[in-house]
T-cell receptor, first 115, second 112 residues
């Protein structure tokens, strides 16, 4: 079955550690996105990528980094520079602007908690 | 001004009621429009795309008004299972090349 997979579902991090969240899709989508959602809040864009080897900062990129070496994969690293990383992280993919940008499909999310 | 604005609610309605949500967007170059549903502690899932001519899917009707730059979602005969947060999503094909903008969501609770 085609889809988008995030792992792990739950992640605990000690302060000062970097952690990497995985996002893989087999939908042959060009565009991939990372969002952060805090309790009772909307989705805020961290980074997005419209094509392999290219990505753009979103609204809250500070303290995060990404790579897009393969079309299928868009990992997000939460660095120690991110002051308040505890949140629900959602990865999404879509066909992208070059193909008319259909709807986005989401992974099940990763809940990151700093302990 | 935010790219996409929604009334956060909450909307509390009895079963069987009709409820409508509105969403406004700021970029007239926006090309694609969607309504998503998000259940508590879950990922958003596509409810329906919104087409210029308006579209209907069972109890759900979506409308787009490009002149006024707003999108609406109408839910008829509300069910308990409709309780969720509804997100308005707009695609920007301008300078930010296909970026998706999400509204903050409108919370709906349907009570028996």
């Amino acid at each position: 079955d085609g889809g988008i997979t995030q792992s792990p579902k739950y992640l605990f991090r000690k302060e000062g550690q970097n952690v990497t969240l995985s996002c893989e899709q087999n939908l042959n989508h060009d565009a991939m996105y990372w969002y952060r959602q805090d309790p009772g809040q909307g989705l805020r864009l961290i980074y997005y990528s419209q094509i392999v080897n290219d990505f753009q900062k979103g609204d809250i990129a500070e303290g995060y980094s990404v790579s897009r070496e393969k079309k299928e994969s868009f990992p997000l690293t939460v660095t120690s520079a991110q002051k308040n990383p505890t949140a629900f992280y959602l990865c999404a993919s879509s066909t992208g602007s070059l193909r008319g940008n259909t709807e986005a499909f989401f992974g099940q999310g990763t809940r990151l908690t700093v302990v | 001004r935010k790219e996409v604005e929604q009334d956060p609610g909450p909307f509390n309605v009895p079963e069987g009621a009709t409820v409508a949500f509105n969403c406004t967007y700021s970029n007239s170059a926006s090309q694609s429009f969607f309504w998503y549903r998000q259940d508590c502690r879950k990922e958003p899932k596509l409810l329906m795309s919104v087409y210029s001519s308006g579209n209907e899917d069972g109890r759900f009707t979506a409308q787009l008004n490009r002149a006024s730059q707003y999108i609406s979602l109408l839910i008829r005969d509300s069910k308990l299972s409709d309780s969720a947060t509804y997100l308005c999503v707009v695609n920007d094909r301008g300078s930010t090349l296909g970026r998706l903008y999400f509204g903050r969501g409108t919370q709906l609770t349907v009570w028996p």
